[in-house]
């Protein structure tokens, strides 16, 4: 009887062990450089973006995502205006034997900042905004495998919100995995 209990102790801390083992946190940081056109409140321009991100491995199949985006930081006849953004995603994977395909979904606090030449000739002035945006994100990606922890992000990202504001960014990035 002790033998059986043995081997069923054996088998339950075996199973514990690779229950245990699946669930060990995964943690990586990303930086992305990339290209994007947006529209805000009647406005539109394309202009090169960069982000950077943390993610954390919830499930075997699922991360959760938090990152800053900078938009744009556009300069044109007096007019000046620049957006950024932090989002909260969650991104399902789909993983082969060359990388992962994934796509994300995620609230994101865009601001838009923006000084504009407004007054007449003979009295010229400036007015400016600073604007606080919600906003859904949406994306879809590959992450490619260079080695055990590297991987090179090919991603595109979607962020529509308040204000007729919408910008669609096409990136490129690198993804280290710290483990």
Same mark, same amino acid.
């Given at each position: 009887?002790?033998?059986?209990?043995?081997?069923?102790?054996?088998? #339950?801390?075996?199973? &514990?062990? =690779?229950?245990?083992?699946?669930?060990?946190?995964?943690?990586?940081?990303? %930086?992305? %450089?990339?290209?994007?056109? /947006?529209? /805000?409140?009647?406005? @539109?321009?394309?202009? %090169? +973006?960069?982000?950077?991100?943390? !993610?954390?491995?919830?499930?075997?199949?699922?991360?959760?995502?938090? !990152?800053?985006?900078?938009?744009?930081? $556009? @300069?044109?006849?007096?007019?000046?205006?620049?957006?950024?953004?932090?989002? &909260?995603?969650?991104?399902?994977?789909?993983?082969?034997?060359? !990388?992962?395909? /994934?796509?994300? &979904?995620? #609230?994101?606090?865009?601001?838009?900042?923006?000084?504009?030449?407004? !007054?007449?000739?003979? +009295?010229? +002035? *400036? =007015?400016? /905004?600073?604007?606080?945006?919600? +906003?859904?994100?949406?994306?879809?990606?590959?992450?490619?495998?260079? @080695?055990?922890? *590297?991987? %090179?992000?090919?991603? $595109?990202?979607?962020?529509?919100?308040?204000?007729?504001?919408?910008?669609?960014?096409?990136? &490129?990035?690198?993804? $280290?995995?710290?483990?």
């Amino acid at each position: 009887m002790k033998q059986y209990l043995w081997i069923a102790g054996a088998l #339950v801390a075996g199973a &514990l062990v =690779c229950f245990k083992a699946e669930a060990a946190p995964e943690n990586y940081g990303l %930086v992305s %450089v990339g290209y994007t056109d /947006f529209e /805000f409140d009647g406005g @539109s321009d394309r202009e %090169v +973006a960069y982000s950077v991100a943390y !993610g954390h491995k919830i499930h075997r199949q699922w991360y959760a995502e938090a !990152g800053y985006l900078n938009l744009f930081d $556009y @300069s044109d006849n007096g007019a000046e205006a620049e957006g950024e953004a932090l989002y &909260l995603a969650v991104l399902g994977k789909a993983s082969s034997t060359t !990388g992962e395909l /994934f796509y994300k &979904l995620g #609230v994101a606090r865009v601001d838009v900042a923006a000084t504009i030449p407004c !007054g007449t000739e003979t +009295a010229s +002035a *400036s =007015c400016s /905004f600073d604007n606080g945006i919600a +906003a859904g994100l949406i994306g879809l990606g590959f992450d490619y495998y260079v @080695s055990q922890n *590297s991987m %090179v992000r090919f991603e $595109y990202t979607y962020i529509g919100g308040e204000d007729s504001f919408s910008t669609n960014m096409l990136s &490129l990035g690198f993804r $280290y995995n710290f483990n």
